[in-house]
């Protein structure tokens, strides 16, 4: 699966090392900040020209980019999306389609990687391909927020190996931010968001994008700040 990303790793909130911390707990990840109400549809005034990339698997496509692209496109921002069904972060970090795609200097990456990694034994092989990718995107010198998949069930440990190798993107949890989804969130195959799950997952991550937008426009137009490093 191949889509679009951003620079600076926290969880939901939380700078994600690539030493090798305790494990942090979901609730960490995201951090606890002072409760902010940015209305979800209000547009970000963005620099003219800035993009965004979206790469990932196949929940890109699962209502997720779907309900991001008429938010970028209202605050006049070109939304790229590169997705891949059954794709898998070593896939990625040895894609020419995606060099290529950095080589064009997007403003924010979006990784939705690590579904398809669930079931891996030993998750932490792929350290290396995530600390790529995510090298990868800082030489482009654009933001990055790596997103993880809202879990159906338990995992290995990719998510984990996720968090702690992402840096210096940022690190999304899904789950710990939405709460989980419903059964009635997910399609058939009890997996995938349906409409209405994907469609809070986007409205979730746009206010969280919102919320760590960073307004010193020397770092960039889509700078982010994790909440640890704001005060609140």
């Not at 889509?3 to 606890?32: D, F, H, M």
């Not at 950095?102 to 990784?111: A, N």
């Not at 997996?191 to 994008?209: E, T, V």
């Amino acid at each position: 699966m191949l889509l679009v990303g951003l620079v600076g790793c926290t969880t939901g909130a939380q700078p994600c090392n690539a030493t090798s911390p305790p494990i942090a707990t979901a609730s960490e990840w995201v951090g606890r900040h002072a409760p902010t109400r940015i209305e979800t549809s209000a547009p970000i005034a963005v620099v003219p020209g800035a993009w965004v990339l979206h790469v990932g698997d196949s929940f890109v496509d699962a209502s997720f980019q779907q309900g991001l692209q008429p938010r970028f496109h209202a605050a006049g921002v070109r939304y790229i999306v590169r997705s891949e069904t059954a794709t898998y972060t070593t896939t990625w970090a040895n894609s020419a389609d995606f060099d290529a795609l950095l080589s064009r200097k997007p403003s924010l990456v979006i990784v939705t990687l690590g579904a398809n990694e669930f079931d891996i034994p030993f998750p932490e092989l792929h350290a290396r391909a995530i600390e790529t990718i995510a090298r990868k995107i800082a030489r482009a010198r654009a933001s990055c927020v790596w997103t993880a998949p809202p879990m159906w069930r338990g995992d290995t440990g990719i998510s984990h190996v996720i968090h702690d190798h992402c840096a210096p993107c940022i690190f999304f949890d899904s789950d710990a931010v939405l709460g989980g989804l419903s059964p009635n969130e997910r399609g058939k195959d009890h997996i995938h968001p349906n409409r209405r799950g994907g469609s809070r997952w986007a409205d979730a991550f746009w206010q969280w994008l919102s919320e760590h937008r960073d307004p010193d426009r020397d770092h960039g137009p889509w700078a982010l700040v994790p909440f640890e490093r704001r005060g609140t």
